[in-house]
Nanobody, 125 residues
């Protein structure tokens, strides 16, 4: 059974940084894209960052471009999200997700089949 475990969320002030981690277990994901998806209260889920299977191609939603960095370590089955210059509007539950179809990269939440439980990120002004 596939399991994704996120960590690293918390309460921070605007301008602070956080690093989220997500470790996969149950099977390997070395050929699958991984993503960080967030959901703010009353809003739909959105992919904020995605990384291809090799870690060579990354994509970001426009409002985190230049502030967030996604990376992965396939040897540790772990994906990271470094978040700098956090803003109150970044407040959300952040989920780690894996696309079950190998060798593609999507910014659509519906393309990701495996999800973690999420970690809360709260940014105060």
């Amino acid at each position: 059974q596939v399991q994704l475990a996120e960590s690293g969320g918390g309460l921070v002030q605007a301008g602070d940084s956080l690093r989220l981690s997500c470790t996969a277990s149950g099977r390997g994901f070395a050929i699958n894209a991984m993503a960080w998806v967030r959901q703010a209260p009353g809003k739909a889920r959105e992919v904020v960052a995605a990384i291809d299977w090799a870690g060579r191609t990354t994509r970001y939603t426009e409002d985190v471009q230049g502030r967030f960095t996604i990376s992965r370590d396939n040897g540790k089955s772990t994906v990271y999200l470094r978040m700098n210059s956090l803003r109150p509007e970044d407040t959300a539950i952040y989920f780690c997700a894996v696309d079950d179809t190998p060798f593609k990269l999507s910014m659509s939440p519906s393309e990701y089949e495996h999800w973690g439980q999420g970690t809360q990120v709260t940014v105060s002004s």
